[in-house]
């Protein structure tokens, strides 16, 4: 069974830095692309940052570009969102999202872990 | 401002039929990009509940389908349960941003 678990969300202030991890078990991870999608409170769905199965092309969404990285570590089944400079829009659930399967593209998200809230704020 | 549109919300009585609409562009689901679209029940993450336009993962109903023409995508639910009651998102690729797109989502209430 696939399961994600995001951890590392919490209260940082406008500027600081905040490091999220998304630990990966049920799937071979180093073949599935994987992507963090944000969701500020009582908003909708905001695609962040992607990642392909190997790590060797990311993509972020132009609200984050410069500020967010995205990485992963296949030897230990875990994927990272490195946010600095954070500003008061940041502020949501973000979720980890593995795509359905591998067939290339952009494929949709099939698992999704249960989030983690990032809070900006002084 | 979503790229893609769809209605803030819709509503039905039980058993009754109802449709969301996601309404994109010519760089977006008029170019071919296919739509999926998720459920997010109060409190949850959300769920995969149709990919690939009109695909259902196991363990959807056969009561929620999809279809699209154009820059137009719908979901229905036929047989609305109140378990139905939540928020649904519709999301495709979109050529021009080089990135994926979603809906603003539609909360659906059951009578």
């Known amino acids: 069974e696939v399961h994600l678990l995001e951890s590392g969300g919490g209260l940082v202030q406008p500027g600081g830095s905040l490091r999220l991890s998304c630990a990966a078990s049920?799937?071979?991870?180093?073949?599935?692309?994987m992507s963090w999608v944000r969701q500020a409170p009582g908003k909708g769905l905001e695609w962040v940052s992607a990642?392909?199965?190997?790590?060797?092309?990311?993509n972020h969404a132009d609200s984050v570009k410069g500020r967010f990285t995205i990485s992963r570590d296949n030897s230990r089944n875990t994927l990272y969102l490195q946010m600095n400079s954070l500003r008061a829009e940041d502020t949501a659930v973000y979720y980890c999202?593995?795509?359905?399967?591998?067939?290339?593209?952009?494929?949709?998200?099939?698992?999704w872990g249960q989030g983690t809230l990032v809070t900006v704020s002084s | 401002q979503s790229v893609l549109t769809q209605p803030p919300s819709v509503s039905g009585a039980p058993g009754q039929r109802v449709t969301i609409s996601c309404t994109g562009s010519?760089?977006?689901?008029?170019?071919?990009?296919?739509v999926h679209w998720y459920q997010q029940l109060p409190g949850t993450a959300p769920k995969l509940l149709i990919y690939?336009?009109?695909n259902r993962p196991s363990g959807v109903p056969d009561r929620f389908s999809g279809s699209k023409s154009g820059t137009l995508a719908s979901l229905a639910i036929s047989g609305l349960q109140a378990e139905d009651e939540a928020d649904y998102y519709c999301?495709?690729?979109?050529?021009?941003?080089?990135?994926?797109?979603f809906g603003g989502g539609t909360k659906l209430t059951v009578l």
């Open positions: 010519s760089s977006n689901i008029g170019a071919g990009y296919d």
């Open positions: 999202a593995k795509v359905l399967d591998t067939s290339g593209g952009y494929r949709p998200f099939g698992h």
């Open positions: 999301q495709s690729s979109d050529s021009s941003l080089r990135s994926r797109v």
């Open positions: 049920g799937f071979i991870f180093s073949s599935y692309a």
């Open positions: 990642i392909t199965g190997s790590g060797g092309t990311t």
């Open positions: 690939d336009n009109n």
